[in-house]
């Protein structure tokens, strides 16, 4: 490729300027994914749709949006560890990872209360980390009742080591959710104005979804809610007290950890130092490990009863697994804290690269005492877990619990056991059941199949190729278009857990996935596919490349303005006007103005919906008439499909595939003729020259092959073709001969409407 310096020799200043500079990307698809990233953040000012003015990045550039944030503004955990995936592959693309640096430094800011906003760590008592709450399976025997009685409630085993590590007593780790846009008005600490500001939803059991949750601020003053805040909704106690209390989401803590990793090392291959980054995603790693014990530290195994089960001594409470969650409090004058682990784990929330990067790195080694040995095991433990729920089809069912029904409960004798936990097909919540949507498949396997490829570690590599026929049996791209598995339901139970059954061929005859829906989830597939490219490229599996490849390149067939996404049809919007449980006699307001009592539908307590610009079309339902359509933009499914080009170009994957299409029948087939532009843009192809036309409407003139349509017109030009080291770096060839302005080891280089080509080899 020519100097930037020759071009203007050459050129001109006028010329050049419009002419591509010198990228790093090689590939059509490394363009693709700078040009992404690029109309994400802003050209990297951060000044775009996807971000706030004080760079919070938002869950969805649309604001009327419901799923786990109930709010398109407001920002989770799990978008910030995005947003360094983001960066880290836009540096290695480009050269500038100082991108990983300003995701960490926001992340920082936004996610993690910082010494003010959790004050009183200091007279956390590790000997009595909390007091006992039993969850329920029913949100209407909510509040639950708090039970002060000596003897339930196991030690902590880290807090003082963490404590002698960071010389500080407060707890480095991401809240799980904020409003980025202040939408509920409750502030931080309390002042109704400050934003971004911590918020919570979730705390009434597996059938609280979405729909039934009441958001408050998670620093609880009591000026909004009732006589006790919003306290009394969610635990039963004999007087209540200011306080403040965060919970992490484990997964997005490890994905930012991974992250940074993959930032770290391509850093180091170019010369850019981020070990800055590298020891504070280590020091996350070591907070981490409050999601590797049971929510009340007992005895893992067979823990039935809370008052019989056993509490926990050392490390006999910790599961080693990542958990669906942690949470730490205490009160607003620095009075008290306390601290809670999960006893509820997800194989979507695994993430053993990240436990093999904390364990083995040296630049992310943690400074606690016990860290890294505790990492080792969970490493094993967290590959045992997929192994253990892999089904015959190959996918991966939902997890464990060392708490049934989350108050130590006896489950049923059928259920199978890990470790003593108990199989739980779907953990922590089960409105939708969590497990049933494949995003899970992708999210929990791209990181063991990532792990395999960086480490070789085998037991991943066993994993992830039993998972792939999973993939490539439910996945397919036909005319442009990608269909794949979008639901699952789930049958049976697993074998009973043998670490000396790993190997086991005919494990878990029982156990199955059935895909229940299919259909087009671009950020699902994204990560689905991701982890069959690290897969496919450690075993140079070509069919699992053709895969991939092909479902990116048909990815450009759902791209829009801000990115690429499809139009969904919201059905479950009905539920804007169902009851949120709210027990009889309970009244209070929230910082919306809205009045809280028994009998309030969701909309009720957010009247600022109704001020959303695509808030008529969910009325209309509401009164009878369609279902409202939008077309989202989810930071996530964006940063997924952004990073998939990333790596198909950073590992030069077209040159592993010979950088030709997908092989047709013949082994000469004839030239491909051109036809309407109207057919091409839905995801067809043109049909072959000397097609029939078989059907014609206003698209034009339509033929089949192959048993699919294609668009059938006249003969193809002959194509120019030009030196293969040019167009390998995602330059065109030029459309004709014309003036030479620059020769060098790629071959001859022309200019056409302002950008660099490649002469053809004929002139």
Not at 77 to 100: I, P, R
Not at 362 to 379: I, R
Not at 606 to 615: A, F, H, L
Request: hydrophobic residues 30%; aromatic residues 14%; charged residues 20%.
């Amino acid at each position: 490729m020519p100097s930037i310096r020759s071009a203007i020799a050459l050129l001109g200043a006028t010329a050049v300027m419009a002419a591509p500079m010198k990228k790093r990307a090689n590939t059509q698809y490394g363009q693709r994914a700078i040009e992404h990233y690029n109309v994400m953040t802003g050209n990297g000012s951060y000044r775009s749709e996807y971000f706030s003015p004080e760079n919070v990045p938002y869950h969805s550039v649309e604001t009327l949006m419901v799923e786990a944030p109930d709010q398109g503004h407001e920002s989770v955990s799990e978008t910030y560890s995005f947003w360094v995936w983001l960066e880290a592959v836009n540096g290695k693309l480009t050269g500038d990872y100082s991108g990983v640096e300003t995701a960490w430094k926001y992340l920082e800011k936004h996610m993690i209360p910082d010494n003010k906003n959790q004050p009183g760590n200091n007279k956390y008592n590790a000997a009595a980390p909390a007091t006992y709450a039993p969850e329920d399976d029913d949100i209407e025997n909510y509040p639950a009742q708090l039970v002060f009685q000596d003897g339930i409630v196991g030690q902590d085993p880290i807090a003082k080591e963490l404590q002698q590590a960071y010389g500080t007593w407060d707890i480095y780790a991401m809240h799980w959710i904020i409003d980025g846009d202040n939408w509920y008005g409750y502030g931080q600490q309390g002042d109704g104005r400050s934003k971004p500001s911590f918020i919570n939803t979730f705390q009434r059991g597996p059938s609280e979804s979405t729909w039934k949750t009441v958001p408050h601020p998670c620093w609880e003053t009591m000026k909004w809610g009732g006589r006790n805040g919003f306290l009394d909704l969610f635990t039963g106690d004999n007087s209540y007290s200011k306080q403040w209390r965060y919970t992490a989401a484990p997964d997005a803590d490890a994905r930012a950890i991974q992250a940074a990793y993959f930032g770290y090392i391509w850093a180091q291959e170019d010369g850019y130092d981020l070990s800055s980054v590298a020891s504070k995603a280590a020091k996350l790693g070591d907070y981490l490990r409050y999601a590797q014990y049971d929510k009340y530290f007992k005895k893992i195994g067979n823990c039935i009863g809370y008052q019989q089960c056993q509490a926990g001594r050392g490390k006999n409470s910790a599961h080693y697994l990542i958990s669906w969650y942690f949470a730490w409090g205490g009160g607003l004058q620095g009075d008290w804290a306390w601290r809670i682990g999960s006893s509820h784990t997800h194989t979507g929330y695994q993430n053993p690269l990240a436990a093999w990067v904390l364990s083995t790195e040296p630049a992310f080694k943690p400074k606690g005492a016990t860290a890294v040995k505790d990492w080792a095991t969970s490493l094993d433990r967290q590959l045992e877990l997929f192994r253990w729920l892999q089904t015959s089809e190959g996918c991966i069912a939902g997890g464990a619990t060392n708490s049934w029904q989350g108050h130590y409960a006896q489950p049923n004798s059928d259920i199978t056991t890990f470790y003593g936990m108990y199989y739980d097909w779907q953990p922590v919540y089960h409105d939708p059941p969590s497990n049933n949507w494949t995003g899970m498949q992708g999210w929990g396997m791209e990181r063991v199949c990532s792990l395999y490829y960086v480490s070789g570690n085998e037991k991943a590599g066993k994993i992830c190729r039993d998972w792939a026929k999973w993939v490539k049996n439910t996945t397919r791209v036909n005319g442009g278009e990608i269909v794949h598995a979008t639901n699952l339901e789930w049958s049976g139970n697993p074998d009973q857990w043998k670490a000396s059954d790993f190997d086991k061929s005919n494990r878990n005859a029982s156990l199955h996935g059935t895909v229940s829906s299919e259909g087009i989830d671009l950020g699902s597939i994204a990560s689905i596919t991701k982890g069959l490219l690290w897969l496919s490229m450690k075993d140079q599996d070509q069919e699992g490349l053709r895969l991939v490849v092909d479902v990116m390149d048909a990815m450009e067939n759902y791209k829009d303005n801000l990115g690429y996404a499809t139009e969904e049809a919201r059905l479950d919007y009905s539920k804007f006007g169902d009851e949120v449980y709210i027990p009889y006699g309970w009244t209070g307001k929230n910082a919306q103005g809205a009045n809280l009592r028994n009998g309030n539908t969701f909309i009720d307590i957010r009247p600022k919906y109704k001020q959303d610009p695509e808030w008529a079309q969910v009325e209309n339902f509401l009164n009878g008439g369609d279902a409202p359509t939008f077309t989202y933009h989810r930071f996530w499914g964006q940063t997924e499909i952004m990073v998939n080009n990333g790596l198909l170009d950073i590992y030069d994957v077209p040159s592993m595939l010979g950088d030709v299409p997908n092989p047709g029948p013949s082994p000469s087939p004839s030239p491909a003729g051109t036809c309407s532009a109207s057919i091409t843009r839905q995801g067809y192809k043109c049909c072959k020259a000397g097609c029939s036309v078989v059907y014609s409407d206003e698209d034009g003139d339509w033929g089949v092959e192959n048993n699919e349509w294609c668009g059938c017109g006249k003969t193809a030009a002959p194509t120019n073709k030009c030196s293969a080291s040019i167009t390998s770096q995602g330059y065109k060839c030029c459309s004709s001969c014309g003036e030479v302005y620059f020769e060098d080891g790629d071959g001859k280089w022309g200019v056409e409407n302002d950008e660099w080509c490649g002469i053809p080899l004929n002139c």
